[in-house]
């Protein structure tokens, strides 16, 4: 009897969301950067929102917009509510406001990273302030 042992490991990809901007509405964005050294594959990953009053995480960009989407090495990925030259994926629904909680996931439902503004108590100490008119996190 022969047994086989195969192993695997996980590459970890190093995406991390770097700029936020909530207001004005129609310049909404978000930003992710890759800090790896290879072009990592978006398709599954999801980014999820919850406001200071919600008891949950819920929907902000889905899988299905993630698809055969891709973040080259050292570059940045834009997501934004009003069309750009430089945008990724345009969401006419894009909602970020004062006090929410944005998290990134990758396709295994892993929390790839997470970013707090305003009164919200998911990060602890982790929280920037509400961004003014026109600034961003």
């Not at 919850?50 to 834009?78: A, M, Q």
């Not at 997470?114 to 961004?131: E, H, L, Q, R, S």
């Amino acid at each position: 009897m022969c047994v086989f042992f195969f192993s695997y490991h996980l590459v970890n990809a190093n995406v991390v969301i770097s700029e936020i901007k909530i207001s004005p509405t129609e310049g909404r964005f978000i930003k992710l950067y890759n800090q790896d050294d290879e072009a990592v594959d978006l398709t599954g990953w999801y980014l999820q929102r919850k406001t200071s009053t919600g008891s949950s995480f819920g929907s902000l960009v889905s899988k299905t917009n993630f698809e055969n989407k891709s973040i080259l090495p050292g570059k940045y990925f834009l997501i934004s509510r009003a069309g750009t030259d430089d945008a990724d994926i345009i969401l006419d629904d894009l909602t970020l406001t004062e006090s929410n909680a944005i998290q990134l996931k990758n396709t295994s439902g892993q929390v790839v990273d997470k970013v707090c503004w305003g009164d919200i108590t998911d990060c602890g100490d982790a929280v920037f302030p509400n961004p003014a008119e026109g600034e961003s996190i």
